[in-house]
Structures are given as C-alpha cells and as structure tokens.
C-alpha cells in the first residue's frame, strides 16, 4: 500500500482497547511511560511519522473529544448543552447543543483505550487502517473502492473538528470507508499538512481494497505517469466507443 500510493508516512493500525490486558505489547503509554500527556492527533502524528507504537487510555489524553467520542468517558450536561462549541465553533449556545448531540460516539465503558502502530510493524490485529493521503492518493483509493464494486462506501458526512473521531467511530459503527479532512487541532498541534485528508477502512475490507490498488496500478492508474494538456489526446477504448455510440466526434 505504501508502494502503491506512494504515501508520505506510514497506513496506522488502529485498535480500540476493551481492556488493560488488550494493550498490545511493546506500545507506549504517553503518562504512563513518558511522563507527560498528548492529544491523540499529537500521538496520531507520532506513530504515523517515526513509527512509534502508542497506546492511550483516558488519562493519557489532553483533549477531551477522543475522551468522549471513544465511550471511555460519559458525555457532561456542560457538553451536552454546547457550551464547549459556543462561540468558537458555533455562533449560538443553540447550535452548539445540536453539534453536541450530533457529536459521533461509541457506547459508554464498552472500550478504555487506542492503540496506534504503523500497519507494516504492528504485532496486533487492527480495528482500521488510518491513512494520510492528497487528493490524488484519495482518486486512486476511491477508484479502487469503486472497482470491488462498494459504491456506497463512498459516501460520508464531513466536519471541520475532531478529526480523531469522525475519522474512526463512523467506520466502528458502520463498517464502512470514511473521508475525513485535518481539524485545526490537527493542524496546529500535530503538524497535519494543507495536502493531507485522512481516509480510513475497516480491516474486513482492507485485502480486498489492496488487490483492487494493484488492479488499477497494472491497469494504467497510478502515481508518477506525468502530466499533459493535449488536445484530442488519445482516449482509453470504452471512452472511444462511448463516445462514437453518442455520435461524437473521436477519431483522432
């Protein structure tokens, strides 16, 4: 996959936890081990960047959201009332109760903690596969999505926050493939670039998107075929076809 789509840091392994005893061994604890918390973006940025193994629980976090959105805390009235998205997010205390209570959310106490790995060097078996991919990474990964024949799996709702969780509950919950762009917390804490969207895909349908990578790799759909702005370029034979079917003009 990394080959395939030429990525620029490593596909992660992600696992929700259900308890201790599930933390994968050789993972690191950010208060536990290393003394200090961090946002999981921050640990994200990490396991993705330099390969680290990163485990956390809910006193690792710093930022609530995961906190909340994981099931490893219950959601607070104050939150449920919109005050944490009032006037930075929202501009009413109205609107932030509806964003509040549309937040995506896993059942309360089912799960403890996450871990993160990169895939290529993870000693457990993931929940989903996370990727930092650009928009023609995205193409090639949708292109395949579409050539197992999953057209459904393509559509998702976006938001501008949370990406730690909009990225990863909506796939717990549905089994399906999910598109979700950097948050500024992403941004602005744990490096996530202008160019990067965040794509993820449940393990059940991981092979069967790496073989339709390799399809449409051999097939001519790839990274690294350079770029034209050619008129009455030569046209891939179905197109051809189609369009002398349509009584266009294609004869080159």
Known sequence: MERLLRLKTFPLAVKLLEKEDDIPEGTQRTLKDWGYHLALCQASSMARRDGTHIAMLKEDNWCFLPVIGYGFAEPPPYFLEGHSYFLRSTQTLELGRIQAHNFPHLEFGKYLGIALAPLKTTNFKPDLVMIYCDSTQLTLLLKSIQYTGTQEAITCKLSANAVCVHAIVPVIQSGGYQV????????????????????????????KLILALRHQHDHGFRLGTGLTLMPDYKLFEPYAKMGEILGMDTNQ
Do not use: N, S
């Open 180 to 207: 979700t762009p950097p948050c500024p917390g992403d941004r602005h804490r744990a490096m996530a670039q202008d160019d990067e969207l965040v794509f993820t895909a449940p393990k059940e349908k991981l092979e």
